[in-house]
Nanobody
């Protein structure tokens, strides 16, 4: 079973930057997509914001495109989300997920296509 542990959340000023990390361990998670999701406090819905495939190909939701960057370091078994120009609407719980599909199409795959999740890390945005 894949184990995922997020870190790096915290408070950031509007327009600022933050980098989230997700330490992964377990069998064969690199063969499949990994992704980042966001859940705002007013909802239970987990928005797919970015995904990365085994070759390093990436895809983003329109809401974060051009501001957020997903990347991974296979040697460190770590997934990252670099968040730049953070806005108030970016606040919420951020989760990494593994064991998604092997490839994405035109949008990041939704939450129900992943079966391993971290516990989440909170991002708050101050003005």
């Amino acid at each position: 079973q894949v184990r995922l542990v997020e870190s790096g959340g915290g408070s950031v000023q509007s327009g600022g930057s933050l980098r989230l990390s997700c330490q992964a361990s377990g069998p064969r998670y690199r063969d499949y997509l990994m992704g980042w999701f966001r859940r705002r406090d007013v909802s239970q819905y987990r928005e797919a914001i970015a995904a990365i495939d085994s070759d390093g190909g990436t895809i983003y939701a329109d809401s974060v495109k051009g501001r957020f960057t997903i990347s991974k370091d296979d040697a460190r078994n770590t997934l990252y989300l670099q968040m730049n120009n953070v806005q108030a609407e970016d606040a919420g719980m951020y989760y990494c997920a593994a064991n998604g599909p092997m490839r994405f199409s035109t949008i990041p795959p939704p939450a129900n296509m992943y079966d391993q999740w971290g516990q989440g890390t909170r991002v708050t945005v101050s003005s």
